[in-house]
């Protein structure tokens, strides 16, 4: 398999623990999940998955063949250069404290943050696309604005070189928590179903992608170079954490009080976070190379 160097900004999105993905199948194929829901039935989506699944699990078997592959290669062309066999480098040896981390006051300061901010992001992800529904959107139809909400996180990931590095931390991370505050008031104050609908498709995934850019950042400026795999660990867990709770109050809430009322909370617990984050002395971040 041929190598290929990549860059923040040019690899779509990034995952919880900073490493860079393309876009995964699940969001290309979430119009073709609703053609499927509507059209043959809700259980084929399933079987869709399942299939989908599978064919990944195959594709990891042929990718850790060929590194096992290049792997013998370079130690089999490390020997033939030596004479003697070489043990290959391996980062990462340094023991990390985990103890040390939570005695890092800004850093615990800041999961607090992350997880409200993540929380609300999980609920939304996931009480979204039944809002619609409810609301009279059919199946495929909400599945395609879903789909094109995904689409419009590229071009902020596409030029990230050309802003992440050079804005502050607390600036970046601001924007993403204003685009997540409107998003939670249009959901909840009374809103025609297409400002709704146009608000979903143009902010549901820029303020998330934003923030998950601004993370790396803010993770690299609060901890040390050998703590950072391990931090951003933490903040995932963290995330999974905050998604469980949240989903579980925020469908509570909108069994008993409806949608409007659960998102107008969110809205609150956002507002809190934003506070947090206007006094929380957060390092600049503008002396990194991250992104470009």
Not at 53 to 73: F, K, V
Not at 175 to 199: C, D, N, R, S, W
Request: with cysteine.
């Amino acid at each position: 398999m041929q190598n290929h160097i990549l860059r923040y900004g040019f690899s779509v999105p990034f995952d919880s623990n900073g490493r860079k993905r393309s876009i995964t199948p699940v969001e290309q194929v979430n119009g073709a999940a609703g053609f499927l829901y509507q059209h043959v039935s809700p259980a084929a989506i399933f079987i869709a998955f399942v299939l989908s699944m599978l064919l990944c699990i195959y594709g990891m078997h042929l990718t850790e063949n060929d590194q096992a592959a290049n792997s013998r290669s370079v130690f089999r062309m490390k020997r033939t250069e030596t004479g003697i066999p070489a043990a290959l480098p391996v980062e990462g040896r340094a023991k990390v404290s985990f103890r040390s981390l939570l005695l890092n006051r800004k850093f615990v300061f800041y999961l607090v943050i992350f997880a409200l901010f993540n929380g609300v992001n999980e609920a939304m992800n996931t009480f979204v696309p039944s809002m619609l529904t409810s609301e009279g959107v059919e199946p495929s139809m909400a599945s395609t604005i879903l789909s094109i909400a995904v689409l419009m996180q590229l071009p902020m990931v596409y030029f990230a070189d050309k802003f992440m590095d050079r804005m502050k931390n607390k600036t970046l991370s601001l924007a993403a928590f204003g685009i997540m505050l409107t998003q939670m008031l249009v959901y909840g104050l009374p809103a025609m179903l297409g400002l709704k609908e146009f608000v979903i498709m143009l902010l549901k995934t820029q303020g998330s992608m934003l923030f998950i850019m601004v993370n790396l950042k803010i993770v690299h400026s609060l901890v040390s170079s050998g703590s950072q795999i391990t931090a951003l660990a933490i903040a995932a867990t963290v995330k999974n954490l905050a998604a469980i709770v949240f989903n579980s109050m925020a469908g509570n809430m909108i069994d008993a009080l409806g949608y409007s009322s659960c998102f107008l909370a969110l809205a609150a617990v956002m507002i809190v976070a934003i506070i947090l984050l206007l006094v929380f002395r957060l390092p600049a971040g503008t002396d990194q190379k991250l992104f470009s």
